[in-house]
């Protein structure tokens, strides 16, 4: 065999190893990128998409609500601390705490290195979910404005610690306890509601709130639904105008309906003159959670108390 010839065929092996070669970390390549692990990535109720590498494992609830969410979902076990007033279920009572809604203990959240902050959108202070962000922790924003909301809540948060079967199942459970509800109440005669969500200074919820539409699943009428905020200040004299049928109060404990005491006092209110004045405990109600749908039970209840005394 000529020089030439052993020359072109050993080029020829040459190029048939790199091409192999290639072949085989191109393979490699594509199996890498396959098993690489994917970003979980949902939206928050602030509209803004929330990513993390994996799932969550150290995770923090700056309000009761939210962590009664996580528990929900299925993510309790990897809750690492929340806030003051975080007592359900009976294991968050446990948790380290982190400051209160209103004001964190940041160096309380950062010695506990979360790798999610589940925030209220509205009730915790801005500019410290604000540095928390700005020093890279993943906040997810929470505030459940609809039923379906706490259902979507649910999902996502289960996305987010891999605790997806979980979640779903709450979410679907709680989907199907408001839509018996609502069956119930479909066709119950309207009844006027005055719903004191704070005595001093007197507060009301407008029809945007949750509260409102638990009120409306029970065929109620918030008489201060068309009010533009959220959570508006009124007098006395607005509720004496509005005469509503029922009032109902959560007051500040879970058997503390001294709220109710003061409207005792007017009795040109029909509220008070029929003895509608009706307690429904905080946590069943005041919270965003599965747990709203047995205080929409107990106001349904109130407020078939108060058709039948007509």
Known sequence: ???????RQRLVGFFCLVAAMSAS?????EESVAHAPTKI??????????CLAA???RIIALSPGATELLYAAGAGDFMVGAVAFSDFPEAAKKLPRVGSYKRLDMEAVLALKPDLIVAWRSGNPMPQTE????????????????FEG??????????LAGTDAFGQQAANNFRDDIAALRQKYANASPVGVFYEVWQEPLMTVNDTHLISQAINVCGGVNVFGD?????PRISQEAVLAADPEAIVVSGMGEANAKWLEPWKAFSALQAVRRDN???VPPSSIQRPSPSIAEGVRILCQHLDVAREKR
């Open 1 to 7: 065999m000529s020089g030439a010839l052993r020359h």
């Open 25 to 29: 970390a191109a393979l490699r390549a």
């Open 41 to 50: 990535c949902v939206t928050d109720d602030a509209r803004r998409e929330v």
């Open 55 to 57: 799932p969550a494992r």
């Open 131 to 146: 540095r928390l962000e700005a020093l890279g922790f993943p906040i997810y924003f929470s505030e459940p404005l609809r």
């Open 150 to 159: 706490v259902s979507a809540t649910l999902e996502r948060l289960s996305s």
């Open 227 to 231: 009010l533009p905020t959220l959570a």
């Open 277 to 279: 004045l009706f307690f």
